[in-house]
């Protein structure tokens, strides 16, 4: 046993048991023990602040998920209604008169505070019903409209009643108003559609997506049709066809650096020439797709040479060795066998557009327009830019209704950044 | 190996296929191969032998113009097939390789059907008019590759889903289909097991019966297997070309006869 302990060829004996060894062995595993730490104890941090912004997002964000209607019964009082043009009746007489008559206490005095419970929509929505059908004239119909976003925030709990009333948005007798509405079961909080479906508005009770998620996608979309063949194209022929020199080296060198041009840089250059050179139209989805089509180029013709590099040299053999030509060979084998890299990397590249906020703010996407833009050229903002538009309004219902925002470009991020990594592990290929 | 069995030298009296003269390669700087002389005969299986990095390949991959698409590499001298320059500006290197065709170390099949694997080269080059031409052309080169009875039922099934012996056979039944008059190997059975390798070199012996085979091998006992005439390459140089048998028992040359029995390389 001690000779199969003490041996060794150098010029000491080596004794595999002895103190010193064993303490090499020691330190050894605590030094794994303790780089293991580190990296459990940074990828904790990372997950931790992740739940901090998404349990910070939800929680303010979960309130603009539902939105306070009121259901009110009114009457199209002939003696308001103007006979030559309907659509300019005194409504909002008929709706303060429908209110006093319906909320029990209310004298012809607090007509005007209980007009303020429901949103500034309650008066189109009546002009609207009185075109469709003008035999409502005299008759009695039930609404059922969004409460405005004082009242929101009070059906919400989200209003202080410890506050002195001077500093409170609503006054003691409105609370007991709109109490005494929901005593009669009048005040429900059904599912925001609005947030998805109505364009921005400057009232946060009738604000939603509609134009921004139009805007970002024909933004999108352009971006998409642009940046996708131009940068594809680009990255075969570097890739496969140029002449390996300086004038390819130069090329590929300032490919990496527009890829680090940070983006603002290119919402100037789209201001100065799409706009100011070329005349293009201001605040259009259009421009916008255009711009980042400039910062998407660079990410997809690296994503797709490295998705080109990576098609092993074997098959190119090959397809050469059977008489293939160079173009058949790129067309027919080391491109489809590219696709999914190539796919993967416009997905990533198109994610990243879709969150750029500073270069569509300089082409005036961050305009207040009140209707989704019904072709790319018309002015609209994009999500992120509607973002920022939100997060800087004062009305205390746009604070949830901006985290909502987040919410919903997070949900399409997640979506493309899944996208991509299905495709990779769909395509995922052993050679 | 006591296998130095030498194969049967029926032929020796074919005309040459290629002809090559003071074939030069240079990698850049690098002078690969030296004043190259070589007469490659129809109908006869013939292998390069040498040390690793002696230019076996690199002479290889002059015959079909591979080496064109290595940028830095610069060949001279003259190649004739069938008396015919293929260095010459008139010759289209694409069509000579459907001519010339080429099996690889590390078989690799296209990441396609065993069907558009074979199919794909006669496609390319319009050698079909028809569906039924181009099932014939199929089916006759994996015969003549010996690989039809294992894949017949399964044509649409991926060629990277067979063995290492099918996908190298899968290649030779590839490289058959554009109906070449040459066909070089550049170690086809390096990446195979024993038994994939005899029945690859079974069939290279078949092979000869239609086409002129060049075969870059390590193994001298696969040269001496499969091969009627041998070519020795030692650093760039040709040193020795003749008769397989000659070179095994009566080499010529003194690092021939090092390399023979296995003192150098
Ligand atoms: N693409 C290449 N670029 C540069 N040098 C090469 C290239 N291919 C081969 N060589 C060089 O040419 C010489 C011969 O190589 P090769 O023909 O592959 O040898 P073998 O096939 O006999 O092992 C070697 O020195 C090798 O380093
Ligand atoms: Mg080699």
Same mark, same amino acid.
């Given at each position: 046993?001690?000779?199969?302990?003490?041996?060794?060829?150098?010029?000491?004996?080596?004794?595999?048991?002895?103190?010193?060894?064993?303490?090499?062995?020691?330190?050894?595993?605590?030094?794994?023990?303790?780089?293991?730490?580190?990296?459990?104890?940074?990828?904790?941090?990372?997950?931790?602040?992740?739940?901090?912004?998404?349990?910070?997002?939800?929680?303010?964000?979960?309130?603009?998920?539902?939105?306070?209607?009121?259901?009110?019964?009114?009457?199209?009082?002939?003696?308001?209604?103007?006979?030559?043009?309907?659509?300019?009746?005194?409504?909002?007489?008929?709706?303060?008169?429908?209110?006093?008559?319906?909320?029990?206490?209310?004298?012809?005095?607090?007509?005007?505070?209980?007009?303020?419970?429901?949103?500034?929509?309650?008066?189109?929505?009546?002009?609207?019903?009185?075109?469709?059908?003008?035999?409502?004239?005299?008759?009695?119909?039930?609404?059922?409209?969004?409460?405005?976003?004082?009242?929101?925030?009070?059906?919400?709990?989200?209003?202080?009643?410890?506050?002195?009333?001077?500093?409170?948005?609503?006054?003691?007798?409105?609370?007991?108003?709109?109490?005494?509405?929901?005593?009669?079961?009048?005040?429900?909080?059904?599912?925001?559609?609005?947030?998805?479906?109505?364009?921005?508005?400057?009232?946060?009770?009738?604000?939603?997506?509609?134009?921004?998620?139009?805007?970002?996608?024909?933004?999108? +979309?352009?971006?998409?049709?642009?940046?996708?063949?131009?940068? !594809? =194209?680009? /990255?075969?022929? #570097?890739?496969?066809? &140029? @002449?390996?020199?300086?004038?390819?080296?130069?090329?590929?060198?300032?490919?990496?650096?527009?890829?680090?041009?940070?983006?603002?840089?290119?919402?100037?250059?789209?201001?100065?020439?799409?706009?100011?050179?070329?005349?293009?139209?201001?605040?259009?989805?259009?421009?916008?797709?255009?711009?980042?089509?400039?910062?998407?180029?660079?990410?997809?013709?690296?994503?797709?040479?490295?998705?080109?590099?990576?098609?092993?040299?074997?098959?190119?053999?090959?397809?050469?060795?059977?008489?293939?030509?160079?173009?058949?060979?790129?067309?027919?084998?080391?491109?489809? +066998?590219?696709?999914?890299?190539?796919?993967?990397?416009?997905? !990533? =590249?198109? /994610?990243?557009? #879709?969150?750029?906020? &500073? @270069?569509?703010?300089?082409?005036?996407?961050?305009?207040?327009?009140?209707?989704?833009?019904?072709?790319?050229?018309?002015?609209?903002?994009?999500?992120?830019?509607?973002?920022?538009?939100?997060?800087?309004?004062?009305?205390?219902?746009?604070?949830?209704?901006?985290?909502?925002?987040?919410?919903?470009?997070?949900?399409?991020?997640?979506?493309?950044?899944?996208?991509?990594?299905?495709?990779?592990?769909?395509?995922?290929?052993?050679? | 190996?006591?296998?130095?069995?030498?194969?049967?030298?029926?032929?020796?009296?074919?005309?040459?296929?290629?002809?090559?003269?003071?074939?030069?390669?240079?990698?850049?700087?690098?002078?690969?191969?030296?004043?190259?002389?070589?007469?490659?005969?129809?109908?006869?299986?013939?292998?390069?032998?040498?040390?690793?990095?002696?230019?076996?390949?690199?002479?290889?991959?002059?015959?079909?113009?591979?080496?064109?698409?290595?940028?830095?590499?610069?060949?001279?001298?003259?190649?004739?097939?069938?008396?015919?320059?293929?260095?010459?500006?008139?010759?289209?290197?694409?069509?000579?390789?459907?001519?010339?065709?080429?099996?690889?170390?590390?078989?690799?099949?296209?990441?396609?059907?065993?069907?558009?694997?074979?199919?794909?080269?006669?496609?390319?080059?319009?050698?079909?008019?028809?569906?039924?031409?181009?099932?014939?052309?199929?089916?006759?080169?994996?015969?003549?590759?010996?690989?039809?009875?294992?894949?017949?039922?399964?044509?649409?099934?991926?060629?990277?889903?067979?063995?290492?012996?099918?996908?190298?056979?899968?290649?030779?039944?590839?490289?058959?289909?554009?109906?070449?008059?040459?066909?070089?190997?550049?170690?086809?059975?390096?990446?195979?097991?024993?038994?994939?390798?005899?029945?690859?070199?079974?069939?290279?012996?078949?092979?000869?019966?239609?086409?002129?085979?060049?075969?870059?091998?390590?193994?001298?006992?696969?040269?001496?297997?499969?091969?009627?005439?041998?070519?020795?390459?030692?650093?760039?140089?040709?040193?020795?070309?003749?008769?397989?048998?000659?070179?095994?028992?009566?080499?010529?040359?003194?690092?021939?006869?090092?390399?023979?029995?296995?003192?150098?390389?």
């Amino acid at each position: 046993m001690a000779d199969a302990t003490q041996t060794g060829i150098g010029p000491r004996p080596v004794d595999w048991t002895s103190e010193e060894i064993g303490a090499r062995v020691r330190r050894r595993k605590a030094s794994e023990m303790r780089l293991k730490m580190v990296g459990l104890a940074a990828i904790g941090f990372a997950f931790l602040m992740l739940a901090i912004l998404m349990v910070s997002l939800i929680a303010t964000g979960w309130q603009a998920m539902t939105q306070t209607h009121v259901r009110i019964d009114v009457t199209y009082d002939p003696a308001l209604i103007n006979e030559a043009n309907p659509a300019r009746s005194n409504f909002r007489q008929m709706l303060q008169n429908s209110l006093v008559a319906q909320v029990p206490g209310a004298t012809a005095e607090d007509g005007r505070a209980l007009l303020g419970i429901l949103s500034n929509a309650a008066q189109f929505t009546m002009r609207d019903r009185l075109l469709a059908d003008p035999s409502l004239v005299g008759r009695t119909v039930t609404l059922n409209v969004p409460a405005s976003d004082p009242y929101d925030l009070l059906n919400k709990g989200l209003i202080d009643h410890e506050t002195p009333e001077e500093l409170r948005r609503v006054k003691d007798n409105e609370i007991a108003f709109f109490g005494a509405l929901a005593a009669q079961g009048r005040v429900t909080k059904p599912l925001n559609t609005t947030l998805l479906t109505s364009a921005d508005s400057r009232f946060p009770e009738l604000a939603g997506l509609r134009g921004a998620l139009t805007g970002s996608f024909y933004a999108l +979309l352009t971006c998409f049709l642009l940046s996708f063949p131009i940068g !594809i =194209g680009a /990255a075969i022929y #570097l890739e496969e066809f &140029a @002449p390996k020199n300086k004038a390819s080296d130069f090329i590929e060198v300032n490919i990496n650096n527009l890829a680090a041009v940070p983006s603002v840089v290119f919402g100037l250059l789209g201001l100065a020439v799409f706009l100011n050179w070329l005349g293009l139209p201001r605040s259009a989805p259009f421009v916008g797709g255009m711009v980042l089509a400039l910062m998407t180029l660079p990410t997809i013709i690296i994503a797709t040479r490295a998705a080109l590099k990576a098609v092993p040299a074997s098959i190119r053999e090959a397809a050469l060795g059977v008489g293939a030509s160079r173009q058949q060979v790129v067309f027919h084998h080391v491109v489809p +066998l590219a696709m999914p890299g190539i796919l993967t990397g416009t997905i !990533i =590249g198109l /994610a990243q557009a #879709l969150g750029q906020t &500073a @270069p569509l703010l300089l082409i005036g996407m961050n305009a207040f327009v009140t209707a989704a833009p019904a072709t790319p050229f018309d002015p609209a903002t994009a999500l992120p830019t509607q973002i920022f538009i939100w997060a800087d309004s004062p009305e205390r219902g746009f604070v949830s209704r901006t985290s909502a925002a987040i919410l919903v470009l997070l949900g399409f991020l997640v979506l493309m950044n899944g996208l991509a990594i299905f495709l990779r592990n769909k395509f995922e290929r052993k050679w | 190996m006591n296998d130095m069995r030498i194969a049967e030298r029926t032929v020796g009296t074919n005309a040459a296929k290629i002809s090559a003269r003071g074939v030069q390669v240079y990698y850049g700087e690098t002078h690969a191969l030296k004043d190259v002389d070589v007469d490659i005969l129809d109908r006869t299986v013939t292998a390069f032998i040498g040390p690793s990095g002696c230019g076996k390949s690199t002479f290889l991959r002059c015959l079909n113009r591979m080496n064109d698409t290595v940028a830095i590499a610069r060949v001279e001298g003259t190649i004739l097939l069938d008396g015919q320059d293929i260095y010459d500006k008139r010759i289209d290197p694409v069509q000579l390789r459907a001519k010339v065709g080429m099996v690889f170390q590390k078989p690799n099949p296209f990441p396609k059907s065993i069907y558009d694997n074979v199919a794909y080269g006669p496609k390319i080059h319009g050698l079909t008019r028809n569906k039924g031409e181009l099932d014939e052309i199929v089916e006759s080169s994996l015969r003549k590759a010996a690989l039809w009875n294992e894949v017949k039922g399964r044509l649409n099934d991926p060629g990277t889903g067979l063995s290492g012996g099918q996908q190298q056979r899968l290649c030779i039944a590839r490289a058959v289909a554009t109906s070449p008059e040459v066909l070089l190997m550049d170690e086809p059975c390096s990446a195979l097991d024993p038994i994939a390798t005899a029945q690859v070199e079974e069939l290279i012996d078949e092979l000869r019966e239609n086409y002129a085979v060049v075969i870059v091998t390590h193994s001298m006992q696969q040269a001496a297997r499969v091969s009627q005439r041998t070519a020795f390459f030692h650093l760039g140089n040709l040193v020795e070309y003749g008769e397989t048998g000659q070179i095994f028992t009566n080499p010529k040359d003194t690092r021939t006869e090092s390399y023979i029995t296995g003192r150098i390389g």
